[in-house]
């Protein structure tokens, strides 16, 4: 079964500060990964996906992240962080063999940023 | 321009009390899923469906039923409620065609005194 990890409960960067989130995976083979994310008091929203192919995979709101597949990682970064950016970060993955129908989230991550 | 719908927003019930909580999509998506957030613990799937009369169980099914009579509606219920079951529930659509990305609602923010 596949599981992820979020090893940063709580994070706070200044405005216009770069941004890393980490993921963590637990999964036989490459899986489907996702980063969500959630502001107060509503659902979730996709920030980008990755499938296959480039590892390197570029979102919304300028978000990117990387599938390393040795660390079993896949990383949220941003250059430059927006205040409006302050929100919970999630990381998801899905596995192949059921055309990832079924998602395990991680913890999450609260991003807090500082004007 | 709706998506997925829950019903109701905020519910307060009393120990063994029964609720049902009403997803509603438009979107004519395949699947559709039921998930609890609790702090610290991200979310948990309660249960899923992969098409109209289907249900499967998530990682954390006690306590729930499901039903998905109609493609567009997915409804979860608690038959005697528990204060363990406090939490806020999301419910969450994908189409058949389109490997992961899950649409999700706004969610139901419920209370078990």
């Known amino acids: 079964a596949q599981s992820v990890t979020q090893p940063d409960i709580h994070i706070t960067v200044s405005e216009g500060a770069s941004l890393e989130l980490r993921c963590n995976y637990s999964?036989?083979?490459?899986?489907?990964l996702f980063w969500y994310v959630q502001s107060p008091g509503q659902g979730l929203q996709l920030l980008l996906k990755y499938f296959s192919g480039d590892t390197l995979v570029q979102g919304i709101k300028g978000f990117e992240a990387e599938f390393k597949r040795s660390q079993s990682s896949f990383n949220l970064r941003k250059p430059s962080v927006h205040w409006s950016d302050a929100a919970e970060y999630f990381c998801?993955?899905?596995?192949?063999?059921?055309?990832?129908?079924?998602?395990?989230f991680g913890e999450g991550t609260q991003l807090t940023v500082n004007p | 321009n709706a998506g997925v719908t829950q019903t109701p927003k905020f519910r307060v019930l009393k120990t063994g009390q029964s609720m049902t909580l009403l997803c509603a999509q438009d979107?004519?998506?395949?699947?559709m899923y039921w998930y609890r957030q609790d702090p610290g613990m991200g979310l948990r799937l309660i249960h899923y469906?992969?098409?109209?009369?289907?249900?499967a169980k998530g990682e954390v099914p006690d306590g729930y039923n499901v039903s998905r009579l109609k493609k567009q509606n997915f409804l979860l219920g608690l038959e005697s409620a528990a204060p363990s079951q406090t939490s806020v529930y999301f419910c969450?659509?994908?189409?058949?065609?389109?490997?992961?990305?899950?649409?999700f609602g706004e969610g139901s923010r419920l209370t078990v005194l």
């Open positions: 998801a993955v899905g596995a192949r063999e059921t055309s990832g129908s079924r998602l395990t």
């Open positions: 969450a659509s994908r189409s058949g065609q389109n490997t992961g990305e899950l649409f």
């Open positions: 999964y036989g083979a490459t899986p489907y």
């Open positions: 979107m004519n998506h395949e699947y």
């Open positions: 469906s992969v098409g109209e009369g289907t249900t």
